[in-house]
């Protein structure tokens, strides 16, 4: 089992930039694919980006592609998000998940492990 703990949410202005981090506990980092989720007042939660156990492949919501990046960091056991150009509909809760397999996996139900969230607010 995993554990996962995010940071770095807070309250940005339009256009500004946030970078969340993720760190995981409890197994090998690096046997894991992970993902960030986003979930908005009122609406489901939804796929923002994900990316595989090296780094090597990603993948992006069409919503966030361009603006956001993922990245991880398997010495540090760390999974990032840079946000760039935040847009007002980035307000969110924002979730990591990890799934102990190859491969980049972009559905909620592809992933067993789940951090607690942070709150991101983007004000115009």
């Known amino acids: 089992q995993v554990q996962l703990v995010e940071s770095g949410g807070g309250l940005v202005q339009t256009g500004g930039s946030l970078r969340l981090s993720c760190a995981a506990s409890?197994?090998?980092?690096?046997?894991?694919?992970m993902g960030w989720f986003r979930q908005a007042p009122g609406k489901e939660r939804e796929f923002v980006a994900a990316?595989?156990?090296?780094?090597?492949?990603?993948s992006y919501s069409t919503s966030v592609k361009g603006r956001f990046t993922i990245s991880r960091d398997n010495a540090k056991n760390t999974v990032y998000l840079q946000m760039n150009s935040l847009k007002s509909e980035d307000t969110a809760v924002y979730y990591c998940?990890?799934?102990?397999?190859?491969?980049?996996?972009?559905?909620?139900?592809?992933?067993?492990?789940w951090g607690q969230g942070t709150q991101v607010t983007v004000s115009s």
């Open positions: 409890g197994r090998t980092f690096s046997n894991y694919a």
């Open positions: 990316i595989n156990y090296r780094g090597g492949s990603t």
């Open positions: 998940a990890a799934r102990a397999t190859l491969g980049v996996w972009t559905s909620q139900s592809d992933y067993a492990y």
